[in-house]
């Protein structure tokens, strides 16, 4: 194997490690959702994640006005309005949407690159893996019960929570190139905790603590958000993109609801039918035809 192919397999491996802890963030943050609210869930989540960061390389990073403007959008994109727009989507409508909604991430990340990026380009392959992928998205998301019912406000706040994760794949290109992968998250996360912090103070409610003194699951739920969700694994998902390219990485987004509807089967005991295992084959054929496009080349 050469060089190349050797750095392409690490590439979708931590691709794939990611999407896996993150498919079982949402079973985390919904036992969590218990005792806190969405926004203190993202407070404690980017705090941890930028003090385990600085742990991992305390190395300060020194950086003009344009480049820290670059890096309060990555937070403001990729952290805040996210998980903001998502959370808040759930409130307004039926979760299969939001899950639908929000895996049209990949298709709007490979449209804004083509757009903006001349590096990468969208190919016919990548196009029929995005169709096949998101089929199979449906049938896992709808895994056995048609349920589809719009509801416009939670609906468009799904489509925003898509359209922000694009815009953070998009914007992250340049520094990718230029910073280590690191220093990178550790100030995204930072970023992150500022613009989230105002509207904490806005909601007017202080973080109570106590459950996580008395639950042990509340305090493993906070600590695998924080520490891996968070800080690990958006360092894994730079990593991923820096030898995969967006497009391709993106696509492992795909997975994401498969992995929350097998994690769901075994923690919460939810049922998983055929038409969900037959979606997984789907959205596993989708990414792996997507890429044939590029191994080409």
């Given at each position: 194997m050469n060089k190349s192919k050797n750095q392409q397999l690490i590439g979708h491996l931590l691709a794939l490690f990611t999407i896996i802890v993150w498919?079982?963030?949402?079973?985390?943050?919904?036992?969590?959702?218990?005792?806190?609210?969405?926004?203190?869930?993202?407070?404690?989540?980017?705090?941890?994640?930028?003090?385990?960061?600085?742990?991992?390389?305390?190395?300060?990073?020194?950086?003009?006005?344009?480049t820290e403007a670059q890096f309060a959008l990555l937070g403001?994109?990729?952290?805040?309005?996210?998980?903001?727009?998502?959370?808040n989507a759930l409130t307004y409508t039926y979760a299969a949407n939001v899950s639908i909604i929000v895996a049209s991430a990949p298709i709007l990340t490979a449209l804004l690159v083509h757009l903006f990026h001349k590096e990468e380009k969208v190919d016919r392959n990548n196009i029929y893996g995005f169709l096949i992928?998101?089929?199979?998205?449906?049938?896992?998301?709808?895994?056995?019960?048609?349920?589809?019912?719009?509801?416009?406000k939670g609906d468009i706040l799904s489509l925003l929570s898509a359209f922000t994760w694009a815009m953070y794949s998009l914007l992250q290109i340049p520094l990718l190139k230029r910073f280590d992968a690191v220093l990178l998250t550790r100030r995204v996360?930072?970023?992150?905790?500022?613009?989230?912090?105002p509207v904490a103070l806005i909601s007017g409610k202080p973080i109570d603590f106590t459950p996580l003194?008395?639950?042990?699951?509340?305090?493993?739920?906070?600590?695998?958000?924080?520490?891996?969700?968070s800080g690990i694994c958006y360092v894994t998902w730079?990593?991923?993109?820096?030898?995969?390219?967006?497009?391709?990485?993106?696509?492992?987004?795909?997975?994401?609801?498969?992995?929350?509807?097998?994690?769901?089967?075994?923690?919460?005991h939810e049922r998983v039918t055929w038409?969900?295992?037959?979606?997984?084959?789907?959205?596993?054929?989708g990414v792996i035809f997507s890429d044939r496009g590029k191994a080409k080349k």
């Open positions: 498919g079982t963030t949402f079973i985390a943050t919904k036992l969590l959702l218990t005792d806190f609210s969405p926004i203190h869930i993202m407070l404690m989540r980017f705090t941890l994640a930028y003090v385990v960061l600085f742990i991992l390389k305390p190395k300060p990073l020194f950086v003009n006005v344009k403001l994109f990729g952290c805040t309005l996210y998980f903001l727009t998502e959370n992928a998101f089929l199979g998205v449906a049938m896992v998301v709808f895994n056995g019960t048609v349920v589809l019912k719009l509801n416009p996360m930072l970023w992150g905790f500022i613009t989230v912090l003194l008395h639950n042990g699951t509340e305090l493993f739920c906070i600590l695998f958000l924080g520490i891996i969700g730079n990593l991923a993109t820096r030898r995969l390219g967006v497009v391709i990485t993106s696509n492992y987004i795909y997975i994401n609801p498969f992995v929350t509807m097998v994690t769901a089967a075994l923690v919460l038409m969900g295992v037959a979606g997984a084959v789907l959205i596993i054929c």
